[in-house]
């Protein structure tokens, strides 16, 4: 049987966004272009929480976007 890839959404600007935290295998991360990165920062915390895992957020600008990156380090 295979493993089912769960979906996190989040919506700190208003707009729905994908969050593939299922996804992520320790010391990868993703890049979340937002303008809300307090909502955001929140939003990404309690939904790793939700899975059980522990991430590392920062806010950042890459190339010309701002928003926050997301590392999962357990």
Do not use: H
């Amino acid at each position: 049987m295979q493993r089912v890839a769960r979906i996190g959404q989040i919506a700190p600007d208003g707009v729905p966004l994908d969050v593939p935290l299922s996804q992520l295998k320790v010391s990868e991360s993703f890049f979340l272009p937002c303008l809300n990165t307090d909502k955001a920062k929140k939003d990404v915390a309690k939904l790793a929480k939700d899975y059980g895992f522990k991430v590392s957020v920062r806010v950042r600008s890459e190339r010309n976007l701002y928003g926050i990156r997301v590392w999962r380090i357990r």
